[in-house]
């Protein structure tokens, strides 16, 4: 059932669907959360932007499936480079695969803000 919906959300990615962000976001709950603690004010059209370089898509792919010009998204990677603080020695999609991993950090910080 879960490859099923891998591959129903990469129909959907690639189909620049409506319901994309949807799944992604059923899927990979924590990366969305991620996110969002590190810019609350986030668009969704940038979090399905994000999600796509998380699932690995190049440059030309999202160009291609989104109907932009390679250089739209080069631009849109630069100021989302700017709005996540992402340095521009890092690449891109590596730091979006990343967040996963920064979840139970993040809780605990927020965890120890609390009882402070």
Not at 3 to 15: D, M, S, V
Not at 68 to 76: E, F, P, S
């Amino acid at each position: 059932m879960e490859r099923n919906n891998f591959n129903n959300l990469i129909a959907l990615a690639k189909n620049n669907s409506a319901e994309f962000l949807t799944l992604f976001s059923e899927i990979y709950p924590d990366f969305v959360v991620s996110l969002k603690t590190i810019n609350p004010k986030i668009r969704s059209s940038e979090l399905e932007f994000c999600a796509l370089t998380f699932l690995n898509f190049s440059t030309k792919n999202i160009a291609q499936y989104t109907f932009v010009t390679i250089r739209a998204v080069q631009v849109r990677k630069n100021r989302l480079r700017k709005k996540l603080n992402i340095a521009s020695d890092i690449d891109f999609n590596c730091w979006m695969r990343e967040q996963i991993q920064r979840i139970p950090m993040i809780e605990q910080e927020q965890i120890a803000i609390e009882t402070i």
